[in-house]
């Protein structure tokens, strides 16, 4: 049953250098070599190991294929990791349990739906988040994932009423993976989500909060994973409701959420040849920084980030991306100075004098 749709998807891969084909998710002007002939017994085992539900072996038979990517370049490295998730998605669909109760494990990460406080009150916002305990050495993604992969999507069912806002997304890890850098987590992150109850509620039965989670999870290759997840929690009308046993992880999460900019910082961004340089004036000497970009083709997420002192804040000078095709009006992105102290950037991006 799955040997057809597999053969369908993967055999156009295999194609003589400078035939590439269009892949989904993959802009073509990425990819610079195709798969070489001598991945093609690769192949083939990869096919047999999917067509026979055997996922492990499959992962480490991909692994082998994207060694050989090593050979040629990071944009067929790219490729091969999402060329490669459509295969092993069907083959997680068709051999996954999924029972609705949380927490639940996967291949290489266990997830669960949990909630800062242990009741909801009508008309009260709540704290619900996203938990993954991921097997060591494999990450997941940031909103804006780097270099290869996707960030985690969800998909709410809500009981009547109630209102999910957008995930908020902490500060990330720069994940280096030889000419490569992700953006992203590893060991454990959480995925904070706003709900909002409705001033209506009645009754006093629990309340069911259900969720499908879909992430990749990469250390060579990534690997895309799914979870249907679920909480309930009961309903408390009146009084200060009680702090949940994972309260201390929300607090720790939250300090890594970005804020605004204090309105006495001064943050400028100038356009230079090859690269942008951002200025953040903070009042005091700054020992380090590190900058993620919001949005993809920004910059080079893989060049190092020039770090120059200034007596009032901290300079950073980042190379522009090749795939950036037209000037920048404005960067954004998240700047980090240290533990605590992450925030938003969003400036207009100025022409330099030099």
Request: with cysteine.
């Given at each position: 049953m799955l040997a057809r749709p597999?053969?369908?998807?993967?055999?156009?891969?295999?194609?003589?250098?400078?035939?590439?084909?269009?892949?989904?998710?993959v802009s073509a002007?990425?990819?610079?070599?195709?798969?070489?002939?001598?991945?093609?017994?690769t192949h083939r085992k990869i096919m047999t190991l999917c067509t026979n539900h055997n996922t492990r072996s499959a992962t480490?038979?991909?692994?082998?294929?994207?060694?050989?990517?090593?050979?040629?370049?990071?944009a067929l490295k790219r490729m091969l990791r999402r060329a490669y998730a459509t295969p092993l998605v069907l083959l997680s669909l068709a051999s996954g349990a999924r029972d609705g109760?949380?927490?639940?494990?996967?291949?290489?990460?266990?997830?669960?739906?949990?909630?800062?406080?242990?009741?909801?009150?009508?008309?009260?916002?709540?704290?619900?988040?996203?938990?993954?305990?991921?097997?060591s050495g494999w990450h997941i993604y940031w909103i804006n994932p780097g270099d290869s992969g996707e960030p985690p999507r969800v998909q709410w069912l809500l009981p009547t009423g109630f209102r999910a806002g957008s995930i908020q997304w902490p500060a990330p890890q720069r994940i280096e993976d030889h000419s490569l850098v992700d953006y992203g987590y590893e060991g454990e992150a959480l995925l904070m989500v706003p709900v909002q109850a409705p001033g209506s509620l009645a009754g006093t039965e629990p309340v069911k909060?259900?969720?499908?989670?879909?992430?990749?999870?990469?250390?060579?290759?990534?690997?895309?994973?799914?979870?249907?997840?679920a909480l309930s929690l009961p309903v408390q009308r009146k009084g200060a409701r009680k702090q949940s046993h994972w309260q201390e992880l929300f607090t720790r999460t939250r300090a890594r959420l970005p804020k605004q900019v204090p309105n006495d910082w001064r943050v400028t961004a100038l356009s230079e040849k090859d690269r942008f340089v951002l200025?953040?004036?903070?009042?005091?000497?700054?020992?380090?920084?590190?900058?993620?970009?919001?949005?993809?083709?920004?910059?080079?997420?893989?060049?190092?980030?020039?770090?120059?002192?200034?007596?009032?804040?901290?300079?950073?000078?980042?190379?522009?991306?090749?795939?950036?095709?037209?000037?920048?009006?404005?960067?954004?992105?998240?700047?980090?100075?240290?533990?605590?102290?992450?925030?938003?950037?969003?400036?207009?991006?100025?022409?330099?004098?030099?």
């Open positions: 597999l053969q369908g998807r993967l055999s156009p891969f295999l194609l003589p250098r400078g035939r590439c084909p269009r892949l989904p998710h002007s990425r990819i610079v070599y195709c798969l070489p002939h001598r991945a093609e017994s480490r038979a991909i692994a082998d294929l994207v060694e050989v990517s090593r050979r040629n370049n990071a109760t949380s927490p639940v494990s996967s291949l290489h990460a266990k997830t669960e739906l949990i909630a800062e406080k242990d009741s909801i009150q009508p008309g009260q916002n709540s704290w619900l988040g996203l938990h993954f305990e991921l097997e909060f259900e969720a499908t989670v879909k992430w990749l999870v990469c250390r060579e290759i990534c690997i895309p994973e799914r979870a249907d997840l200025n953040i004036e903070t009042g005091s000497l700054e020992p380090q920084a590190t900058f993620f970009p919001l949005e993809p083709n920004q910059i080079e997420n893989a060049s190092p980030q020039e770090l120059g002192r200034l007596a009032r804040g901290v300079r950073l000078k980042l190379r522009k991306s090749d795939q950036l095709l037209r000037p920048l009006s404005r960067l954004k992105g998240v700047v980090e100075l240290g533990p605590g102290r992450v925030y938003l950037i969003d400036v207009p991006v100025l022409a330099s004098n030099s």
